[in-house]
């Protein structure tokens, strides 16, 4: 009963490096999600996937980008980590965008030195 | 922004107390939704109210809805130390695919 789990769940990048985010959901949910969460600022949108073969930008997309791999997996790559992308990543799924709950995974945290 | 504001942004109370916390938003709402996260982990959905609808009951959980107003308010009854936690009012807004999350609330519920 995995739900949604996130890989890795912490990473240090220097500068300019760059990673792939890993995350796949067990639920059949059809919309998937990325958020940032930094102190004092809550959840932010970085992109979501609202079905299979979809992508589309959310409130803080730049420096990111995404793959809806298949309907269980979604990726978040940073291509040229910089310190203002440091924050904990929260990957989420629902049934529906929108209307659905999401169940959310137990983040990763980086760090961009 | 859409997003909402939670208030208080901390509340401190002891076991067995009501711990009450407001979301405020600015724009026509389909949803409401409550989510709580406990330290270093993600966020677990607690309940979900809908527009047409002004109250709702999970437990020890009420929630309240003013459309009126743009408010929403989530009741704890006779807190325990295991509801410490921050609590995030998300909304689901007219014409928007995605939620917007709130700052959050952080209860500590003291033994």
């Known amino acids: 009963n995995a739900g949604v789990t996130q890989t890795p769940k912490f990473q240090v990048l220097k500068t300019g490096q760059s990673m792939t985010l890993q995350c796949a959901q067990d639920m059949n949910h059809n919309s998937m999600y990325w958020y940032r969460q930094d102190p004092g600022m809550g959840l932010r949108l970085i992109y979501y996937?609202?079905?299979?073969?979809?992508?589309d930008k959310g409130e803080v997309p730049n420096g990111y980008n995404v793959s809806r791999l298949n309907k269980r997996e979604f990726s978040l790559r940073l291509e040229s980590a910089a310190p203002s992308q440091t924050s904990v990543y929260f990957c989420?799924?629902?049934?529906?965008?929108?209307?659905?709950?999401?169940?959310f995974g137990n983040g990763t945290r980086l760090t961009v030195t | 922004s859409q997003q909402g504001e939670e208030d208080p942004q901390a509340l401190s109370i002891q076991e067995g107390e009501n711990a009450t916390m407001n979301c405020s938003y600015k724009?026509?709402?389909?949803?409401l939704q409550w989510y709580r996260q406990n330290s270093g982990r993600g966020l677990v959905h607690l309940i979900l109210i809908r527009s047409n609808e002004r109250e709702k009951h999970s437990g020890r959980l009420r929630v309240t809805l003013d459309t009126s107003k743009k408010s929403s308010s989530l009741l704890i009854t006779a807190s325990r130390a295991a509801d410490t936690a921050s609590y995030f009012c998300?909304?689901?807004?007219?014409?928007?695919?995605?939620?917007?999350f709130g700052k959050g609330t952080m209860l500590l519920v003291s033994p």
């Open positions: 724009t026509s709402i389909n949803n």
């Open positions: 989420a799924s629902s049934e529906f965008p929108g209307t659905s709950p999401l169940h």
């Open positions: 998300a909304t689901d807004h007219l014409g928007y695919s995605t939620l917007t």
């Open positions: 996937s609202a079905s299979e073969g979809t992508t």
